[in-house]
């Protein structure tokens, strides 16, 4: 069984950075497509980007393009989400997500992904 934890969330003034670090362990993240998503108070979960098993490909939501990278290591298990620019509408708690078969048109779809981990927050003070 994969599990995921996330780590790296906190408080950070409009304009900062923050970097967000997904550690899977029971299984390797080598096959897997690692979804982003996050969710803010009254809000639907939304899907902020995926990256490919290699890391050789992403898809990213317009809300983030340009500000939010997504990076691995599978050497070390490892997924990263490094979001520049942060805005207050970033507020949420961000999750990642585990699949051996989201990755494609259809990543933003919560449904997809098998595993999760339990989310971390971040907070963007104005």
């Known amino acids: 069984q994969l599990q995921l934890v996330e780590s790296g969330g906190g408080l950070v003034q409009s304009g900062g950075s923050l970097r967000i670090s997904c550690v899977g362990s029971?299984?390797?993240?080598?096959?897997?497509?690692i979804g982003w998503f996050r969710q803010a108070p009254g809000k639907e979960r939304e899907g902020v980007g995926c990256?490919?098993?290699?890391?050789?490909?992403?898809y990213y939501s317009d809300s983030v393009k340009g500000r939010f990278t997504m990076s691995r290591d599978n050497a070390n298990n490892t997924a990263y989400l490094q979001m520049n620019n942060l805005q207050p509408d970033d507020t949420a708690v961000y999750y990642c997500?585990?699949?051996?078969?989201?990755?494609?048109?259809?990543?933003?779809?919560?449904?997809?992904?098998?595993?999760w981990g339990q989310g971390t927050q971040v907070t963007v003070s104005s």
């Open positions: 990256i490919s098993s290699s890391g050789g490909a992403t």
């Open positions: 997500a585990a699949d051996l078969l989201a990755f494609g048109m259809s990543w933003y779809q919560s449904r997809r992904y098998d595993y």
């Open positions: 029971g299984r390797t993240l080598d096959y897997y497509a």
